[in-house]
T-cell receptor, first 114, second 116 residues
Framework: AQSVAQPEDQVNVAEGNPLTVKCTYSVSGNPYLFWYVQYPNRGLQFLLKYITGDNLVKGSYGFEAEFNKSQTSFHLKKPSALVSDSALYFCAVRDEGNFNKFYFGSGTKLNVKP | GAVVSQHPSWVICKSGTSVKIECRSLDFQATTMFWYRQFPKQSLMLMATSNEGSKATYEQGVEKDKFLINHASLTLSTLTVTSAHPEDSSFYIC????????????FGPGTRLTVT
């Protein structure tokens, strides 16, 4: 079965510092991995995805993620956090063999303090 | 491009009534749409997969007769919560797939349902 795990419920960083939001995955086939961000009472916004190719994926708003096959991880990173980055972040994996459904992690609340 | 809308954005209804939520892909055709439910401070729970012109596929534990899904066209899917009860109060989010190759999902802004 496909699944993703986000081990941290919350991450706190100071503005200007680098941030990392962790995600590990478990898939039976090729990993198709995604990161989404959700602001209060809003739907999810796409940040980036890994399908194939370079392990370092660059996405929207200065975010990037590193795919690590040996560690089955897909951590989200940003070199310099902004207060406006404060939101809920979800990692997701696509299940190729099951109607291409997405399975979402439990979410990580990112708090960036001024 | 790839904009998905939901209507209404919020709705309050009385227990026992039915509520219909619309999900539209505004600038692309979506053969597949998904419906999710999100409880406060929790992740998204997939309720069903909606394919245009065919019956929806429901996840285990989701009542088909309570959550009616219709995908009548390539740009519209509807979720009807029948005989709503307070425990159905939640944030409902739809998503649509634009590109079969990447199967990237584009999400609607969500609908807040409150059943009194």
């Amino acid at each position: 079965a496909q699944s993703v795990a986000q081990p941290e419920d919350q991450v706190n960083v100071a503005e200007g510092n680098p941030l990392t939001v962790k995600c590990t995955y478990s898939v039976s086939g090729n990993p198709y991995l995604f990161w989404y961000v959700q602001y209060p009472n809003r739907g999810l916004q796409f940040l980036l995805k890994y399908i194939t190719g370079d392990n370092l994926v660059k996405g929207s708003y200065g975010f990037e993620a590193e795919f690590n096959k040996s560690q089955t991880s897909f951590h989200l990173k940003k070199p310099s956090a902004l207060v406006s980055d404060s939101a809920l972040y979800f990692c997701a994996v696509r299940d190729e063999g099951n109607f291409n459904k997405f399975y979402f992690g439990s979410g990580t609340k990112l708090n960036v303090k001024p | 491009g790839a904009v998905v809308s939901q209507h209404p954005s919020w709705v309050i209804c009385k227990s026992g009534t039915s509520v219909k939520i619309e999900c539209r892909s505004l600038d692309f055709q979506a053969t597949t749409m998904f419906w999710y439910r999100q409880f406060p401070k929790q992740s998204l729970m997939l309720m069903a997969t909606s394919n245009e012109g065919s019956k929806a596929t429901y996840e285990q534990g989701v009542e088909k007769d309570k959550f009616l899904i219709n995908h009548a066209s390539l740009t519209l899917s509807t979720l009807t919560v029948t005989s709503a009860h307070p425990e159905d109060s939640s944030f409902y989010i739809c998503s649509a797939v634009r590109d079969r190759r990447s199967y990237e999902q584009y999400f609607g802004p969500g609908t807040r349902l409150t059943v009194t």
